[in-house]
């Protein structure tokens, strides 16, 4: 294997037939040549034709059929031939200049790893366009490295140990947090955003989406207590199951109370995004559209804290 790569792209991969050729395909129409970076992808044990489509572009195609997504990525990081490590996901589409862009500013920012947010695609539904509230992949909102965009020198990652293996999603937001007690500088920048086509399309593939990213609540009891999303999870469901009880008991007082919260904290949460997200509603119908999304989404993230205390668990990978 050619050992002059100037950085090698790592990409996790489960069924991901319907994307993966698009994005090796964008990944192939770089501005740098195609000589001066290699393509890996880890199949985590794809029934599809994945590994049969990452053949004709990658240079490499893994297998690794047990472990969670830190699992995969680590076990590509491993096979990685060059000192620059880009992470990215099977359902991505990329600038012509990304990589040599990412690059760029790890060589101008040393003791730093860089990250970009994530785009609207043209054929964008508007479950994706309410949830991400962010067309043009501004870094406004966005604080921790994402497991879509990551630029990261291979001495920085091996020196904390790679991605966390145990979780079943966020080993990336637990990636930035220990660079950063390591010293090392999380840069967030729309330069290197990428186009995310794999988003949910229907409510109930983001409702299962949000189940499968709250999971792990109870990996970290420490970080539970200053997590907010966490704290008023929690508050979410006692509501819930209130009204649930005052409805069968016939308790209005009960009905009106944890209605109230049922009620608010989605709006809250409405509330941060939008302004997080520099993004102005352009009617009370779109407000309404995001606040439904949120709505469902604490109540995933209810059901999946739930899953998780009793140790259920849903795949996901790449």
Known sequence: MNGNFQCSIVIPAYNEQDMIEQTLSSLCKQSLPRSEYEIIVVDNGSSDRTIEI????????LSKL???VGSVRNYGIQHASADV???????CLFDYDWIKKGISL????????YGGGLKTSVKSNWIEEKWLLNPEGKAAQQKSLMGSCIFIQKKD???????????????DSDLSERLKKNGIRIQITEQ???IHSGGPKTIKDFFWRQVWHSEN????????ITDKVFILTVIYTLSLTTAVLSVIAGIIPGIIFSTTFLIFIPA??????VIRAQYKPKSVKDLISIYILDQVYILARSVGSIRGLIGAKTRECG
């Open 157 to 171: 990652f091996n020196a904390i140990g790679g991605f966390l293996e145990s979780v079943t999603s966020g080993e």
């Open 192 to 194: 290197l955003s990428v």
């Open 54 to 61: 990452s053949n004709k572009y990658a240079d490499l195609t």
């Open 85 to 91: 490590i880009i992470c990215t996901d099977a359902d």
């Open 66 to 68: 047990t472990g969670n």
């Open 106 to 113: 790890l060589h101008e920012g040393p003791g730093s790893a």
């Open 268 to 273: 809250l949460l409405t509330t941060k995004r």
């Open 217 to 224: 609540y109870y990996m970290n009891v420490k970080k539970l």
